[in-house]
């Protein structure tokens, strides 16, 4: 793998979603399937592709991860970043089992600073992740991806979305406030950061899940 080396401290928010992480990959699975229509949507606009060299960020408990190993076959490379070593085990379990450990590498990193060269990658996938970072490193890490790909490479976030707001982003936004650490990720306004980091946007379907808005956007490297 071809790497540069990266240092970084972690914030104290981010060693307690760390720490509470590792407590949910034991059963992670179970809350995860109602993501499955969403995580599915994102994958078929992200359209990998035999023996491309790609990258999920916040992979969790792997629900992508082979998926996207299966389809770029042994000619191609997917590559897996977390910050929960829990998740990670737990993903590796399910890669072995799964036969695909071959063009699967995971790491236990920070998306904030990839440990990757630039123009690395043929696409991202980014799943329900980005919404659970402070709003200023939403910026650094979408100039991460876009560091990392090389032009013309595809982005695909899947997000919760504030694009509307009705009662039940009300009140998921104020359980969030009162309880950070229980409701730790809230709808975001996606598309206008995409936008801000200079993608181009190919691609935006509108989903919703309880009432909450959920966004699945595919954008280019221009």
Same mark, same amino acid.
């Given at each position: 793998?071809?790497?540069?080396?990266?240092?970084?401290?972690?914030?104290?928010?981010?060693? #307690?979603?760390?720490?509470?992480?590792?407590?949910?990959?034991?059963?992670?699975?179970?809350?995860?399937?109602?993501?499955?229509?969403?995580?599915?949507?994102?994958?078929?606009?992200?359209?990998?592709?035999?023996?491309?060299?790609?990258?999920?960020?916040?992979?969790?408990?792997?629900?992508?991860?082979?998926?996207?190993?299966?389809?770029?076959?042994?000619?191609?490379?997917?590559?897996?970043?977390? #910050?929960?070593?829990?998740?990670?085990?737990?993903?590796?379990?399910? *890669?072995?089992?799964?036969?695909?450990?071959?063009?699967?590498?995971?790491?236990?990193?920070?998306?904030?600073?990839?440990?990757?060269?630039?123009?690395?990658?043929?696409?991202?996938?980014?799943?329900?992740?980005?919404?659970?970072?402070?709003?200023?490193?939403?910026?650094?890490?979408?100039?991460?991806?876009?560091?990392?790909?090389?032009?013309?490479?595809?982005?695909?976030? #899947?997000?919760?979305?504030?694009?509307?707001?009705?009662?039940? *982003?009300?009140?998921?936004?104020?359980?969030?406030?009162?309880?950070?650490?229980?409701?730790?990720?809230?709808?975001?306004?996606?598309?206008?950061?995409?936008?801000?980091?200079?993608?181009?946007?190919?691609?935006?379907?509108?989903?919703?899940?309880?009432?909450?808005?959920?966004? *699945?956007?595919?954008?280019?490297?221009?």
């Amino acid at each position: 793998m071809k790497t540069e080396p990266t240092t970084h401290n972690d914030s104290a928010a981010k060693k #307690i979603s760390k720490t509470s992480y590792n407590k949910m990959s034991g059963w992670y699975d179970t809350f995860s399937i109602f993501e499955r229509r969403y995580r599915k949507k994102g994958l078929e606009l992200l359209n990998p592709q035999n023996g491309e060299s790609l990258l999920e960020i916040g992979f969790g408990t792997g629900q992508c991860i082979i998926p996207l190993a299966k389809k770029v076959g042994s000619n191609g490379q997917v590559y897996g970043i977390d #910050i929960s070593e829990g998740m990670i085990q737990k993903t590796k379990k399910k *890669v072995r089992r799964k036969r695909t450990a071959f063009s699967v590498q995971l790491i236990c990193s920070d998306a904030a600073t990839l440990p990757f060269i630039s123009s690395f990658f043929d696409g991202i996938l980014i799943s329900f992740t980005i919404e659970l970072f402070e709003e200023t490193e939403i910026p650094k890490i979408l100039a991460e991806c876009k560091r990392t790909l090389h032009a013309g490479g595809r982005l695909c976030i #899947i997000s919760l979305s504030n694009r509307k707001t009705n009662l039940m *982003v009300k009140s998921y936004e104020w359980f969030h406030r009162r309880f950070p650490k229980m409701i730790d990720c809230r709808p975001i306004p996606i598309k206008e950061y995409i936008s801000k980091a200079d993608f181009g946007i190919i691609n935006l379907i509108e989903m919703n899940m309880w009432g909450l808005p959920v966004d *699945v956007i595919l954008a280019e490297k221009k």
